[in-house]
């Protein structure tokens, strides 16, 4: 059974930091890039970072040089450590996989909310 399994988020003060998990099942996961996506109120799902089966990176612009994604593949999870966090980085994070991705697929998001 396909399932993805969003935690960590939470309530943090601007500047703060936290650590996102993602479970994986039902993939081949150390096949596949793991990505993390966020969507804030109001506006469209945005991806935020890559991590390509190598181990290969990519972030957007937005987060780069706070943000750093990780994958432990013996535990079919994927991490997302954001640091100096900003209000604008308030979302729901969600994590995919481009099979995933491809037939609709999502978890259920983990909320952070960056807020004095």
């Known amino acids: 059974q396909v399932q993805l399994v969003e935690s960590g988020g939470g309530l943090v003060q601007p500047g703060g930091s936290l650590r996102l998990s993602c479970a994986a099942s039902?993939?081949?996961?150390?096949?596949?890039?793991m990505n993390w996506y966020r969507q804030a109120p109001g506006l469209q799902r945005e991806l935020v970072a890559v991590?390509?089966?190598?181990?290969?990176?990519n972030y957007a612009d937005s987060v780069k040089g706070r943000f750093t994604i990780s994958r432990d593949n013996a535990k079919n999870t994927v991490y997302l450590r954001m640091n100096s966090l900003k209000p604008e980085d308030t979302a729901v994070y969600y994590c995919?996989?481009?099979?995933?991705?491809?037939?609709?697929?999502w978890g259920q998001g983990t909320q952070v909310t960056v807020s004095s």
């Open positions: 991590i390509t089966s190598g181990g290969n990176t």
């Open positions: 039902g993939i081949a996961f150390s096949t596949n890039a």
């Open positions: 995919n996989a481009p099979p995933l991705r491809a037939i609709g697929y």
